[in-house]
């Protein structure tokens, strides 16, 4: 296949996506190159990236036009360099997907400034330098989507996820904000909000059979997800199909939102221990500050 070929709806299109080598990343790329866009992914692993490259080349085509760049999504210099490589395929910037984010089970009282800060950066820092940067490259192109990585988490509260709720409802306050103000340039801004979907990170959670059911359960649709499942809504927000919609959030999920956050206190059990997570549930110091 060649990504070249007229007539695919993203032919001529280039984008942006970083976290390029992670599962959703990934899966992402290959959505966007399979419908005719060229590619640019950024990460910090340059290895995982050749491996990336390589794995879409063998599945798409060696056609399939994939640019890598080495570098920090929290980084300004790395961010507007990985956005100069990909313009640079077409002469613009048409598509970004800042795919890097995560957080780590945490409760609140087992949190220090640090902590809890790290999770919002990466979460919501990383998004804002993709959207501050591109944007201007985008309006000089005449336009562009950028399509932001949610989760389920900005809108069930997930207890002893405390700083990554609050990263992915205050990612999903910037897509709204950032909607409105880039409209003058032509840019539409939305995310997707993924329930738990397979990922590096997430895989003990699927190796487990008692703990993956106990997040199926309060799925209406009884499974997790795929990474192709998130690529899929990335893929319409980011093309012609979703050209009167901005300022959204999709959500991916299986249905939770019809029900409740999967209980996360036999992993915070097995993680902290019995004694700390008696005396979180009493409010008590668990630890030295």
Known sequence: MSTSQTGLPLAGKSAFITGGSGGIGSACAEFLLRDGACVTLMGRRRAALEQTRERLRAKLGAAARIE????????KADVKAGIALAASLTGKLDICIPSVGGGAIRPLLLHDEDSFMGDIELNVKSAFLAIRHCAPVMAAGGGGSIVCISSDAAKLVFPWLPAYNAAKAALEALVRSAAEELSHGGIRVNAVRPGLTRTDSTLGIFANEETYRNFAEEKPLRRLGEPEDIAAGVRYLAGPESSWV??????????????????????????FGEEVFAKLHQVIEPMPD
Request: no cysteine; net charge negative.
């Open 246 to 271: 901005t300022g959204q959030s999709f959500a991916i999920e299986g249905g939770n939102e019809l029900r409740k956050a999967a209980d996360l206190g036999p992993i915070v059990k097995q993680m």
């Open 68 to 75: 890598v760049i080495e570098g920090d999504a929290l980084a």
